[in-house]
């Protein structure tokens, strides 16, 4: 059982940076990843981080201006936006697989609260 709170969203201009973090109440394990939700769409992948830090994936949408990082020890999962644009504008959503079973990047079964994203023109 994991509980995740993401933290470090804020209102910044276009090409402003924000790093959001999410802590975990236990053991975070395999893939992390995180996604995002605007208004009046559905939630869509964004990025993920395998258990060593060694892999990650990232919508093509965010490549090259997004980092995702981790500690496990800590318990933590950054993600590090860079060049934000208007369109990134959204609530983002830390999320985390569960143990016992090994599955890729895209699928979780734990999710934060979400923390809001504004970027303005």
């Known amino acids: 059982q994991v509980q995740l709170v993401e933290s470090g969203g804020g209102l910044v201009q276009a090409g402003g940076s924000l790093r959001l973090s999410c802590a975990a109440s236990?053991?975070?394990?395999?893939?992390m990843g995180w996604f995002r939700q605007a208004p009046g769409k559905e939630r869509e992948f964004v990025s993920a981080i395998g258990w060593s830090g060694g892999t990650t994936h990232h919508a093509d949408s965010v490549k090259g201006r997004f980092t995702i990082s981790r500690d496990n020890a800590k318990n933590t999962v950054w993600l590090q936006m860079n060049s934000l644009k208007p369109e990134d504008t959204a609530v983002y959503y830390c999320?985390?697989?569960?143990?016992?079973?090994?599955?890729?990047?895209?699928?979780?079964?734990?999710w934060g609260q979400g923390t809001q994203v504004t970027v303005s023109s």
């Open positions: 999320a985390a697989q569960r143990g016992g079973v090994v599955r890729g990047p895209y699928e979780y079964d734990y």
């Open positions: 236990g053991r975070i394990r395999y893939y």
